[in-house]
């Protein structure tokens, strides 16, 4: 199994232009969710999913978009870059929404607004 | 709402020195409690977790106890290696619907020969 992979690893956008970050999981866990990590502020969840077509924010959804088609693919939209949203991206997957269950991370992507 | 505060880093440490790190939590559940850990360059990894207290999550020499009467999940390992440093997350699930998973601010560990 590969886990968690997201494209791309590094990505410089300018203020404006709009991208879609990549995130895919194999395991066949039915929720999957995208954080921001920043200096000092630990992992903050922008939007979560617990099943293909059903979506929810999270704690810093402004920006960004979501949509799950397929339980594989849980891609993340950036609508219009501004620097705040300078940050390292992580996707996450776990098998259920139950509490206890471990969360998965991919890599991680460095996204740096000019 | 739900939250997680943990000790601010950096903690530095010689070789074989006992670590602590604090992690309280807020919950208005009965939340599952872990530590993650972020080796640079890297995304997240479990290292441990307790899913109701009392219960002691162990892995690779580290340890913690979920305690509910202190709302704690401190984090320990009697001796640490140089291998060990990278920075530390607690976190808790159970967070309102479908049980998000909330994030410390992370401490980081730097650990010396």
């Known amino acids: 199994n590969a886990g968690v992979t997201q494209t791309p690893k590094f990505q410089v956008l300018k203020t404006g232009q709009s991208m879609t970050l990549q995130c895919a999981q194999d395991?066949?866990?039915?929720?999957m969710s995208w954080y921001r990590q920043d200096p000092g502020m630990g992992l903050r969840l922008i939007h979560y999913?617990?099943?293909?077509?059903?979506?929810d924010q999270g704690e810093v959804p402004n920006g960004y978009n979501v949509s799950r088609s397929t339980t594989e693919d849980f891609p993340l939209r950036l609508l219009s870059a501004a620097p705040s949203q300078t940050s390292v991206y992580f996707c996450?997957?776990?098998?259920?929404?139950?509490?206890?269950?471990?969360?998965?991370f991919g890599p991680g992507t460095r996204l740096t607004v000019l | 709402g739900d939250s997680v505060t943990q000790m601010e880093g950096p903690v530095t440490l010689s070789e074989e020195a006992f670590l602590t790190i604090n992690c309280t939590y807020t919950?208005?559940?009965?939340?599952?409690l872990f530590w993650y850990v972020q080796y640079p360059g890297e995304g997240l990894q479990l290292l441990l977790k307790?899913?109701?207290?009392?219960d002691k999550g162990s892995n690779k020499g580290f340890e913690a106890t979920y305690r509910k009467e202190t709302t704690s999940f401190h984090l320990e390992k009697g001796s640490v290696q140089v291998s060990d440093s990278a920075v530390y997350f607690c976190a808790l699930s159970g967070a309102g619907g479908y049980n998000k998973l909330i994030f410390g601010a992370g401490t980081r560990l730097a650990v010396h020969p």
């Open positions: 307790a899913t109701k207290a009392d």
């Open positions: 996450a997957s776990r098998r259920s929404a139950e509490s206890y269950n471990e969360q998965f």
């Open positions: 999913s617990v099943g293909a077509g059903i979506t």
């Open positions: 919950a208005t559940g009965y939340p599952s």
């Open positions: 395991m066949n866990h039915e929720y």
